[in-house]
T-cell receptor, first 111, second 112 residues
């Protein structure tokens, strides 16, 4: 099992560009999450999906959209990237909330 | 809102010394979880504590959940260089079955 996978690993964007971060899990977990991690700020929840077909806002949803494509995949979209969105993004999944299993992360730099 | 605070923010030790990090919640928690993140890596789940006063051990790591279920600690005996990383505690957001509130973590560095 690969666990939770994320693509891309690294990305550089210019302000105003859009991109989608992909996440997939092969553990048959119902719930999936997107976090961002910034120095000194810990992990902050952006969006989560309790089950296939549902999504809900977390602590810092502004500037992001998500899609739960199926049970395995949960994507995060930045429509118009801003320098404040420079961060490390982690996807996570869980079978018995809220114990979570994290992917390797995407390092995003917005210039 | 619910807050989970961790102290210290940083801790540097000599290899072989003990280390403790403390976690305090502003509200009573149904459970508390601990995660470890190696430098450049991702958070990895270590353990979950559920019962008041619970103590669990994993080799040199000892986890405690306070009697009032508002605080927790992680103690590492005789640290090794492999213990380097940031240790996070996390508690469920009140009223949610799905959301966690993470502490900001304690960064442990070990001098060999």
């Amino acid at each position: 099992n690969a666990g939770v996978t994320q693509t891309p690993k690294f990305q550089v964007l210019k302000t105003g560009q859009s991109m989608t971060l992909q996440c997939a899990q092969d553990m048959n977990h119902n719930s999936m999450y997107w976090y961002r991690q910034d120095p000194g700020m810990g992990l902050r929840l952006i969006y989560y999906s309790a089950s296939e077909g549902t999504t809900d806002k977390g602590e810092v949803p502004n500037g992001y959209n998500v899609s739960r494509l199926n049970k395995r995949e949960f994507s995060l979209r930045l429509e118009s990237a801003a320098p404040s969105q420079t961060s490390v993004y982690f996807c996570a999944s869980s079978v018995e909330p809220p114990t979570q299993y994290f992917g390797p992360g995407t390092r995003l730099l917005v210039l | 809102g619910q807050q989970v605070m961790q102290i210290p923010q940083y801790q540097h030790v000599q290899e072989g010394e003990d280390f403790t990090t403390y976690c305090n919640s502003s509200t009573t928690l149904s459970n508390i979880q601990w995660y470890k993140q190696r430098p450049g890596g991702h958070p990895v789940f270590l353990i979950q504590l559920v019962k008041s006063g619970e103590v669990k051990k994993q080799k040199r790591l000892t986890f405690q959940f306070g009697e009032a279920k508002k605080n927790s600690s992680l103690h590492i005996t005789a640290t090794q260089t492999t213990d380097v990383g940031t240790y996070f505690c996390a508690g469920p957001v009140k009223g949610s079955n799905y959301k966690l509130t993470f502490g900001k973590g304690t960064l442990l560095t070990v001098n060999p």
